[in-house]
């Protein structure tokens, strides 16, 4: 089946695209898709272990079924702020 990764920021410029379409098994979870991800983009095993996850706009862990056309965001930790 397939999910839609949405990345954002330095996971962004990782992967080179805010939107990447992944297949997986139909009974995957979140920490498959993960796993699909890194396969194909190695690099982002950098900050993989930092990042926090949504399915459909809803924070969740890594045993979190995930099902077809469903929206699964990586968000990476952020930095910086103002001086």
Known sequence: MK???KTFA????IIGSANVEIDV?????????LI??????????KIAS???IAVNM????L???VHQNDEVALIPP??????
């Open 25 to 33: 098994s139909s009974d995957a979870t979140v920490r498959e898709v």
């Open 36 to 45: 699909a991800v890194n396969e194909i983009y190695p690099k982002m095993d």
């Open 50 to 52: 930092q990042i926090m």
């Open 63 to 65: 045993d979190h079924a």
């Open 78 to 83: 952020v930095s910086g702020g103002s001086k």
């Open 10 to 13: 330095a996971l962004r410029d």
């Open 3 to 5: 999910v839609t990764v």
């Open 58 to 61: 809803e924070y969740v862990d």
